[in-house]
């Protein structure tokens, strides 16, 4: 464990001394150092407010100053019991714990816990954290289990540090996606239609079909083949796959037609493999490589669901390749590069690799999990790429690639997973004929680039602050007539440049020109153009960039050729 965790993990046991003090009769769940903080889980017979947090801090600071000693100390299971016989949530956890146990004392405060903690409170800075929100988690994330309050704070070294992370907090709060998609008209999510179900508004509909054109491109260059798969299938298809079994808490409650069960597609590779069998393949054929923008639809509980970025329905650029065992590797290099290539296109540049490996439910055999993990990391290191171990992190039917890539206020956002799948060959019997002519089995790689449409179009938004760049922005240029005279060479340049697959919209209004300048800035398009008398006699185009500012006349075929290198 890093420095900063073991800093951030007893600060949570600090929190839960503080609330000890404050709150007699608490009960307490679980406290854990999570990335850039710390929470701890509490059954309090009062409610917490952002109000209480400031009594909370400095109760904390207090014993910062009493430099309490953290003392770690191994004790019998039933001494543990006694010790806790009043904290039903310590007894329920020590339940499952066999031999000894590992506690922690903190003054007054006793934890059930292996730590490491610091030695000391000394050790712990009192300006370098900041209890920051509270809510609702469910004991042991389990819906069915009791509601407790669950607090949270951030921790760093020093109070530097503290101060920029809060700084990158407020512009991120700016950058919300769903407060710029509401702004930009990009697109909304209404009660009547359904939670975690957007609708795309012009806009945003074309900022998604440029980045799905561009995919198009790209992967149609890669010898990708397109194919298009139904919303819903039989239920049988989702027993045979393993979906029902593994996936079912997922999965949207089956529908009946004709007294037949139908489930709405959680996941596309199901249909994918179906059209790989509706004919006989020679290893002449393979890799075969089935790309779609596949809708899919997963339950997700009300509280996770936030904007974009976790819904309920949602398009995934999906991939499945087919090859032979000899073309694994080289077709997972191949997989990698891609996704970095387009990841890069999108001005990501930065980001984290992660093996994911064999979870605790899983499908298929042991053999065949060690042959894909072992592929995956030789893929890595034929790539020369550093990566973390997500342990237990792989999907049930294979370990993958995660790619997380950091964004402008260097978040991680996930985004290109590739995943080894050893599992549904196995179920539908899948086979090519080899060399011998004897069937063998395929592997099957499962793919996305970029994830999904609507969680990817979130860390734009979020990434660019809504200011995309030039080939992504919706509309591209607004024409801006200074007067009504001006509006028919409004419309020819605007043909013009639609000609040169230019996205532009004429703003004609009422309004003043300097309003629909900046109306057209709060808009964040790139470029405003703005025609009057003077620019029809010199037949040019007036030219003003969102964030440069004003450029001068110029002629269309200047404007064009400069957004072309754009």
Not at 397 to 417: E, H
């Amino acid at each position: 464990m890093k420095n900063i965790e073991i800093i951030r993990h007893s600060l949570s046991h600090i929190l839960a001394a503080a609330i000890d003090k404050l709150y007699p009769q608490t009960k307490f769940g679980v406290g854990p150092a999570i990335e850039n903080g710390f929470y701890y889980d509490f059954d309090l017979k009062n409610s917490i407010s952002p109000d209480d947090f400031d009594k909370i801090q400095e109760k904390m600071k207090e014993l910062i100053d009493q430099d309490i000693k953290f003392k770690k100390e191994i004790i019998s299971k039933e001494k543990a019991e006694k010790l806790f016989k009043n904290q039903p949530y310590k007894l329920e956890l020590l339940k499952d714990m066999t031999g000894e146990i590992s506690i922690y004392k903190s003054g007054d405060f006793v934890d059930l816990c292996k730590g490491p903690h610091v030695k000391s409170t000394k050790e712990l800075s009192k300006n370098a954290f900041k209890i920051q929100r509270v809510a609702g988690a469910y004991w042991k994330g389990n819906e069915n289990n009791k509601m407790l309050t669950r607090i949270y704070g951030i921790a760093f070294k020093n109070k530097k540090h503290l101060d920029e992370f809060i700084k990158k907090q407020e512009q991120a709060k700016k950058r919300d996606h769903r407060r710029l998609g509401e702004k930009l008209n990009l697109f909304m999510i209404d009660d009547e239609v359904g939670a975690g179900l957007p609708l795309w508004k012009p806009k945003g509909a074309l900022l998604r079909k440029t980045i799905e054109n561009y995919l198009y491109d790209e992967l149609s260059k890669q010898n990708y083949d397109w194919i298009a798969t139904p919303h819903i299938g039989k239920i049988d298809l989702w027993k045979k796959s393993g979906h029902w079994e593994m996936y079912r808490e997922d999965m949207y409650s089956p529908i009946e037609i004709e007294g037949k069960k139908y489930l709405i597609k959680p996941m596309n590779c199901p249909f994918h493999v179906k059209i790989y069998n509706s004919d006989i393949r020679s290893y002449k054929d393979l890799p075969i490589k089935y790309a779609e923008l596949g809708t899919v639809y997963r339950y997700e509980r009300s509280g996770t669901l936030h904007g974009l970025t976790r819904v309920r329905g949602f398009t995934q650029d999906d991939a499945h390749i087919f090859c032979t065992p000899k073309q694994l590797r080289q077709e997972a290099v191949k997989l990698l590069k891609h996704g970095l290539a387009i990841l890069s296109d999108f001005g990501f540049d930065d980001y984290n690799i992660y093996l994911s490996t064999q979870p605790e439910k899983f499908a298929g055999n042991q053999k065949g999990w060690d042959r894909a993990t072992k592929t995956l990391k030789e893929v890595l290191k034929d790539l020369d790429l550093e990566y973390e171990v997500d342990e237990g992190g792989g999907v049930f039917y294979g370990p993958k690639i995660d790619i997380k890539v950091k964004d402008s206020l260097d978040r991680k956002w996930q985004c290109t997973t590739i995943q080894i799948d050893f599992n549904l060959p196995e179920r539908f019997n899948i086979t090519f004929i080899n060399k011998n002519g004897k069937k063998e089995k395929p592997f099957m790689i499962h793919r996305a680039l970029l994830g999904s449409m609507e969680r990817f179009i979130g860390v734009l938004i979020e990434h660019y602050g809504g200011a995309f760049p030039f080939w992504l922005a919706p509309i591209q240029a607004c024409i801006i007539p200074i007067g009504e005279n001006n509006i028919q060479y409004a419309k020819k340049v605007a043909k013009k440049l639609k000609k040169d697959n230019i996205r532009v919209k004429i703003w004609k209004s009422d309004e003043t020109l300097s309003n629909r300048i900046r109306k057209a800035e709060n808009q964040k398009i790139p470029y405003m153009i703005v025609v009057g008398e003077k620019e029809e006699k010199a037949k040019k185009i007036n030219v003003r960039h969102y964030k440069k500012g004003e450029m001068g006349q110029m002629t269309l075929n200047e404007f064009i050729n400069k957004t072309k290198k754009e």
